[in-house]
């Protein structure tokens, strides 16, 4: 029941692409997790593209529709939620998966526990996942790397471990924001720590990492401009409770993925302040028209935009279970100060940095006049985390700014 209600709302969601997008007809939005036709038993890559050879998206393939011609390993780097999930992702479809984490003893609980001493720790991940602390143990013979550490993070945990990165290995990225210090997306700082003739996909959708590991029914997009790696790697990691769409506009996925994070900091703000559901729903919509108009700025799809990367991550994010960024938001509306809650908490509320670092990226890459009456809650967010206005005096403002039309076309947008 409650599966045949998400396969309804996924394919409500996947409507407008479907109208917008060709593409998309090819991956049929109606057989939505009735993948079983396309993939009947996942144990095996080898079923898996044997079924494939029968659908639709075989005609774009170059291999033939073969598996690739030597045994997949797949190493996940990282080790918060998300690497658990993707780890638990791969492993359940019996391919040899091996986790690199910072410490060894925590990898040691792993192998010996099949559990994270602090991440979900209730959650029992299968027991053939392998993890180590040694670079050279995990990607030496990876022939995917997943690599799911926080942007912020990312350059540094790269560049300690890029020596024993073979060449050639593709990696999927499923980190979400923007740098601060070079304000690039992941896709610029993977292609600077790790080379540009690789190929390089991007996971994204609303996926959190519990539900993933519980196997709740999880519907993603992985964008890539290698189709034949997206096609790969949808075909790897899709089993009947997680779906992988996809797509090659990474840039589009990248923008939704940085964005959803700062629209959660002021969803949680709009609660913290005990507004209502009228005030969350349009600050919701309006924050998706802003990351509309910067994707269609920064050549995005609206396709991409209005699905699972752009507006579900974002609904996922905002009205379904308190993520990191809404709470670290509700506490700024409830009228704690930034400082109070940084030193109340250890996580990582991703939105933060990549909020203040979307501000000077947009100063510096979209001209026009008044750029924060074009992204109000953008700027809004941001002067309320720098402390140049109170989670009030932003939820004022977006209600007394002279901008009155609902939405613009892109065709008349100053680029
Ligand atoms: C396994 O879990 C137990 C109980 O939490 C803990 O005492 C033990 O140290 C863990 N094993 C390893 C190898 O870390």
Redesign the pocket.
Known sequence: MKLQIFTIAVSILHLVNAFTSTKSLAISTTSFLSSSSRISNPNHLSKITATKSSSTTSLQMSNNGGPPPYPVRVAVIGGGNFALALATVVARQKIPTTMLIRDEETA??IN??HSHPRYMPDITLPSSIRATSDPETALSDATYIIHAVPVQYSRAFLDKVKDHVPAGVPVLSASKGIETTSLGFMVDILKECLGEERSYAFLSGPSFAREICEGVATAVVIASEDFLLADDLADMLSSDNFRVFTTQDVVGVEIGGALKNVIALAAGMCEGLGLGTNAMSGLVTRGCAEMRRLGMTLGARPSTISGLSGVGDTFGTCFGPLSRNRKFGYRLGKGETMEEILASTTEVAEGVETSKALVRMIKKRCKGYRLDLKYPILFGVADILEGRQTPEDGLKGLMTMPMRMESFDEKYLDK
């Open positions: 040691e609980y010996k526990n």
